[in-house]
């Protein structure tokens, strides 16, 4: 056993990360230091500022939070960070690459949560991509990041079969909730101590998931 508890700080935006906070909050071999997000955002009819939803949840269970356009260049922040010993930085759906300061910053190592099988639907869309393509599976990849976008390691993956009328609505919501599953699942893994096993993603079956306008 390495430690009684890993140190951990999670990034990520939307409602879509909700669920894996939720997992990291509670789990008995965590200690959540930070979640980092983007900065609150005027939305909607009335125009109204309001925050991502992970710092709305953040700010409800009293985790710390902090707020930022760049991270990479939040320099006193990221001292901050290196005093609390960070093991481990979760990324999911941030919207935000990361740069060789944050990178090399936890104990551990910073791990990327990808809503599909990687090397496939590297990007921001792979749930919309799987179904556009008609596929019969798709999956959560936990990978080890890298300067390159979705290319790093992979330490974690599950397999998700499709059905065949599933609508982009319900397979969000599968997956949202399966990131979080296959997240508590790694930790357990990742505190063991036990080395992990880590594959590399085959550069010959990279496929891409861009952003849809």
Do not use: W
Not at 101 to 108: D, E
Not at 112 to 141: C, M, W
């Amino acid at each position: 056993m390495i430690k009684d508890q890993l140190n951990v700080v999670f990034m990520g935006t939307p409602d879509f990360s909700v669920p894996a906070i939720d997992v990291l909050n509670n789990h008995p071999r965590v200690n959540l230091k930070y979640v980092i997000s983007m900065p609150d955002r005027k939305s909607g009819r009335g125009n109204k500022e309001s925050s991502p939803e992970v710092i709305t949840f953040a700010a409800e269970k009293k985790i710390p939070f902090f707020q930022t356009e760049n991270i990479n260049k939040e320099s006193a922040f990221i001292e901050t960070l290196k005093k609390d010993r960070v093991d481990v930085i979760v990324v999911l759906a941030f919207a935000q690459f990361l740069g060789e300061s944050i990178l090399s910053l936890p104990k551990l190592g910073c791990f990327n949560i990808h809503t599909s099988l990687l090397p496939k639907y590297r990007g921001a869309a792979p749930i919309q991509y799987a179904l556009l393509n008609g596929d019969h599976s798709t999956g959560v990849s936990i990978q080890r990041m890298v300067k390159k976008m979705d290319a790093g390691n992979i330490v974690f993956e599950t397999p998700v079969e499709i059905s065949p009328f599933e609508t982009g609505g319900q397979l969000y919501t599968r997956l949202k909730y399966q990131a979080a599953l296959s997240l508590d699942q790694f930790i357990h893994l990742l505190a063991s101590g036990e080395k992990l096993e880590e594959r590399e993603q085959s550069e010959a079956d990279v496929s891409f998931a861009p952003t849809l306008k």
